[in-house]
């Protein structure tokens, strides 16, 4: 039965140049750093799309408990030198997220609420489902905050919003959906994932959340697609497919056990 609901965020609740934004973070990342440390911020540049890759990557060992936080200072200082775990370090890269990001949306980036995002969260609140912002954690909480606002859903009441704190991997690790499953309290096939990229937005491996997708195409996966703007309006069909789907797989496992243990009476 479903319980939750979890939205991506870029491209899903907020419309925006996702490419022009990393970039413009980027390389305010990299100023930041060539002055702290007194170096070339192309140089800096290097360090930090280096650790952005190094994170994505997810080449870490099952056994690395990490936060994606914690992992990104280490490529940080480990590419550039700066300590960006020291307080008053990490302190400077809030301000600028908190006090100089958010003006730094322009026509380029075009950042502004996806159409439909606030009518796909009033129904799932009137359902009375869990809520959650499912984003993938590569950003802290104050650039996450950041974009919230100009979703326009930073007083929407998630449960739970991923970001590098609070998290030890990145979409589309099933290790990054089961950890956001354990904090919601359910299990994963009670969980519909909402989002736009064919990739990240489904659990690799397969650990049996469905996905609802917004993005362009029709994967095979996807127990819906269509547009963000009608997902209000086909939620009775999403929950019906949703319903549909655990019930062929409960199905399927019932089968697969009475096929072994078939197996096993025989030999």
Known sequence: MLKAVAFDLDDTLLSLNLGAFIAVLAKDYATLLGDIARKNPLAMLAAVGGAMLELNGDDRPESDERTNLACYQDAIERRSGVPLA???????????????????NDRIIAARPAEGAREAISCVIDRGLKLALLTNPCFTRACVE???????????????????????????????????????GIEPGELLMVGNDPKRDFPSPDCGIQTAYVGTGAPVRATWSGPMADFAA???EICE????????????????????????ANV
């Open 86 to 104: 020291d307080p008053v370090i990490a302190e400077a890269f809030t301000c600028y997220e908190r006090e100089i990001l958010p003006a730094r």
């Open 241 to 264: 497919r949703f319903d549909e789907r655990t019930e062929r797989g409960l199905v399927a496992l019932v089968q697969d056990v009475d096929a072994r243990s078939h197996r096993q």
């Open 146 to 184: 950041c974009r919230m606002d100009w979703a326009d859903v930073r007083d929407v009441p998630f449960e739970l919003v991923t970001s590098m704190e609070n998290t030890r991997r990145c979409k589309p690790s099933a290790t990054y959906y089961l950890d956001a499953c354990s904090e919601l």
């Open 234 to 236: 086909s939620f009775d």
